[in-house]
């Protein structure tokens, strides 16, 4: 059973940085697309990075310049480093790996930039 297990989630000051890590088990399958989501309350979930096998990335507008997304030498592993975070940056973040097709999500870390 394919488990996704997210950290690095927390509390910061608005202007600082957090770095979240993703990592995929129960699988000797390699995923294709990893990537992130965030909910904030009242929110759809929505996309915040993806990155292909070969380093393809894409970024929501909002992020662009502040995150960056990378995958791990471990397989199936994905981060996120966060820079420069705002308050609008406060989220549950969710992991999520394609795998054969199917998409598995991880429970998801919670992200408070304090102002």
């Known amino acids: 059973q394919v488990q996704l297990v997210e950290s690095g989630g927390g509390l910061v000051q608005a202007g600082g940085s957090l770095r979240l890590s993703c990592t995929a088990s129960?699988?000797?399958?390699?995923?294709?697309?990893m990537g992130w989501y965030r909910q904030a309350p009242g929110k759809q979930r929505e996309l915040v990075a993806t990155?292909?096998?070969?380093?393809?990335?894409n970024y929501a507008d909002s992020v662009k310049g502040r995150f960056t997304i990378s995958r791990g030498n471990a397989k199936n592993t994905v981060y996120l480093q966060m820079n420069s975070l705002k308050p609008a940056d406060r989220a549950v973040y969710y992991c999520y790996a394609v795998i054969l097709g199917a998409n598995y999500w991880g429970q998801g870390t919670q992200v408070t930039v304090s102002s």
């Open positions: 990155i292909t096998t070969v380093g393809v990335t």
């Open positions: 129960g699988t000797r399958l390699s995923a294709s697309n």
